[in-house]
């Protein structure tokens, strides 16, 4: 995915930071606001893999810092919930302004509580999703036992949540003592889906029983099986945004529909590969595929390998080419299956080879006909199976023209 920072003011005017998420080289079918975790930040991981899984669905994603918080102006001490919730309708508004109005809410745990809350101000977003949500956000004064009393007495107090301090005020307690919880949920018009893991230690299961059971349909629930709060493994993030950006596509315009299909911004696959490991995300006409490597050569068997590529696609073009023949002569072909495997062997051992120095690529293609085809037609298919287009180019002299483009 493309990921740049990005700027827009709160509703006193303070500048938030935030980092929007694009599929790679292509127009978004949709837009997702995401709100991260109570003093969490944009910036965790978790919440930067649950995009990635969303933009690969063509869903780009804000994610950005609340007021006070990680790169965002303003006093964190004269925030709150309701602050939390402006915050968010702010960044909804201005999406709609520079990009597109979000149709996606996402929200991390108190950022959870948060999109149940913005989604009655936005009437345009048709999905919701909290990922270990508190059903009332007043769960979180249980972090604070040992100030509340000195917050109650001298109007405020500096805490240490997860290694840093915070300043919390009296008005912040006031402000999540005033939310009408229940009765948000319930007047919810979107569609809700609730993921939970049944032993997170910092917001209980029954926070997840509770919101579903506020909810009208539609509403979905997904347990989370043994991930923790944070979602600290790299699996648990992975799974919880590719399921949330498939449970998501279900409630926006199908790309089928006119004017919603997404556009190639031009004619190429476009590969992107990070700097750790060899995971490889894909584009390619409108999809997103991944490559791999396997473990044992320093990949994480996410995903095909690049000649697992190669032979796919030698794979595809031949029972495509063999279909296509057979139906142009009403034959009665019901399936054409093709298995390949490749192999580099000497060259002095190809028979039929030119070249008789050094190593060669074999590509080791069956055919399988499925169908009432005579003996001649089947012959004749395995004859058009070798005029494959891939076929052609693999045998063909190629030149591959590679350029380097100026870094922005």
């Not at 003011?9 to 975790?37: K, M, V, Y």
């Not at 960044?91 to 991390?108: D, F, M, N, S, V």
């Not at 029954?206 to 979602?231: M, V």
């Not at 068997?301 to 030698?314: A, E, K």
Request: with cysteine.
């Amino acid at each position: 995915m493309k990921s740049y920072p990005v700027k827009f003011p709160n509703a006193g005017g303070e500048q938030l930071s935030g980092r929007i998420d694009l599929p790679e080289d292509e127009t978004p079918r949709a837009w997702a606001l995401f709100a991260h975790c109570f003093t969490c930040g944009k910036n965790l991981k978790s919440s930067a893999m649950i995009a990635r899984a969303l933009t690969r669905e063509k869903i780009a994603v804000l994610r950005f810092d609340f007021t006070g918080l990680g790169e965002s102006e303003g006093d964190f001490s004269a925030s709150n919930f309701s602050s939390n919730v402006a915050d968010l309708v702010a960044a909804a508004r201005w999406l709609e302004e520079e990009y597109q109005t979000p149709e996606i809410l996402l929200g991390h745990s108190f950022g959870g509580a948060a999109v149940l809350q913005a989604a009655a101000q936005l009437s345009q977003v048709r999905a919701v999703a909290t990922i270990a949500a508190p059903f009332d956000p007043k769960h979180v004064t249980h972090l604070f036992s040992e100030s509340l009393e000195q917050i109650k007495l001298e109007g405020e107090a500096k805490v240490t949540l997860a290694g840093r301090q915070f300043r919390f005020r009296r008005q912040f307690f006031v402000d999540l003592s005033e939310q009408q919880v229940e009765e948000q949920i319930g007047r919810l018009k979107s569609a809700l889906l609730v993921l939970h893991s049944p032993v997170d230690q910092s917001v209980g299961i029954e926070n997840a029983t509770k919101i579903y059971q506020a909810a009208k349909h539609p509403k979905s629930f997904i347990s989370l099986d043994k991930a923790d709060h944070l979602l600290s493994r790299d699996s648990d993030a992975r799974y919880v945004g590719h399921m949330i950006a498939n449970w998501a596509c279900r409630y926006l315009e199908p790309l089928s529909a006119e004017g919603i299909e997404a556009d190639v911004i031009d004619n190429r696959v476009t590969v992107r590969t990070g700097s750790q490991g060899f995971f490889t995300e894909l584009f390619a006409n409108g999809h997103a595929l991944t490559a791999d490597e396997p473990i044992t050569y320093g990949g994480t068997n996410r995903g095909p390998t690049p000649y697992d590529y190669l032979l796919s696609s030698l794979g595809a073009c031949t029972s495509m080419t063999v279909q296509m023949y057979a139906r142009r002569k009403k034959w009665p072909l019901q399936s054409a299956v093709v298995r390949l495997s490749h192999e580099k062997i000497h060259a002095e051992d190809c028979a039929s080879c030119e070249a008789k120095n050094g190593k060669l690529d074999r590509f080791s293609r069956e055919l399988e006909l499925v169908g009432d085809l005579s003996p001649e037609q089947r012959q004749k298919l395995l004859e058009i199976a070798e005029r494959c287009p891939v076929h052609k180019t693999l045998h063909a002299a190629v030149e591959v023209a590679t350029s380097l483009k100026k870094s922005i």
